[in-house]
């Protein structure tokens, strides 16, 4: 995985960081850092050496979700409601972190927007900066939902929170995430990474047979509702592409 330019990995004993790179982006995704994180991630899932897996951002932002100037680019189409990539990069992403079969932390060191604030629904334990802010822009954008948001953001924090949340498009503070469930603790900015590696390393200390087995337990039951969601919210997609109408 030398060759990832968008996503750094760091390995320590059997807890693997992976980071979001494009922080003069805020690690906004554009076609590559969605084809990487992919790519990196499926490859760690298959990695014999690695337990448990950290996903963060660097710089002052965990992502802001799909990079408009990207999209703006020839190429890319009108997708505005998720990463733009090479078509199929973006559905590979969501189903590797889907089936991802290891413990997956999210640090979440900043601002969490579109994608980087729905694919916190696939974490299994997420450590939060006080100064977080998370949005799901969609409504605003004239767009449907994505990533599987629409089943498990309810799953996740209950019927209101999640309608409010993907209907009204308004900010919603690090504060408010912990009491909807989103996260598990906030710290401090400078000490989100530095917790939940502290959590990764205690996961990491028990059998990884084990704990491969517990998280396929747990996720089971939900698969075939979220691939149900994944195509429910791709039709969606394709009924609000199509609505631009010829585009030249």
Not at 22 to 44: H, K, S, W, Y
Not at 195 to 205: Q, T
């Amino acid at each position: 995985m030398d060759d990832l330019e968008n996503v750094l990995i760091t390995d320590e004993g059997r807890v693997r960081t992976v980071t979001m790179h494009r922080p003069e982006r805020l690690n906004a995704f554009d076609g590559g850092l969605t084809i990487d994180l992919g790519v990196a991630m499926a490859a760690t899932a298959e990695d014999p050496d690695v337990s448990v897996v950290v996903l963060t951002g660097s710089g002052r932002a965990f992502s802001t979700g799909a990079d408009l100037k990207a999209l703006a680019e020839p190429g890319h189409g009108a997708r505005t409601d998720g990463p733009p990539s090479d078509g199929k990069g973006f559905d590979r992403l969501l189903d590797t972190l889907a089936d991802f079969p290891k413990p997956l932390l999210m640090a979440v060191n900043g601002y969490a927007v579109g994608f980087g604030m729905t694919m916190l629904a696939f974490a299994d334990i997420v450590i939060m900066s006080t100064e977080a802010r998370l949005r799901c822009p969609f409504t605003e954008l004239g767009a449907p939902t994505e990533a599987g948001s629409s089943y498990l953001f309810p799953k996740l924090f209950g019927s209101q929170q999640a309608k409010w949340v993907l209907l009204s498009s308004e900010w919603i503070d690090a504060q408010q995430a912990l009491a909807m469930g989103m996260a598990l603790q906030l710290c401090e900015p400078d000490d989100v990474l530095d917790v939940a590696l502290d959590h990764a390393r205690r996961l990491a200390a028990r059998p990884p047979e084990a704990l491969a087995l517990v998280k396929k337990l747990l996720t089971a039951p939900e698969r075939a509702e979220l691939a149900a969601a994944f195509a429910r919210e791709e039709e969606a997609l394709r009924v609000f592409v199509d609505g631009f109408g010829p585009r030249g």
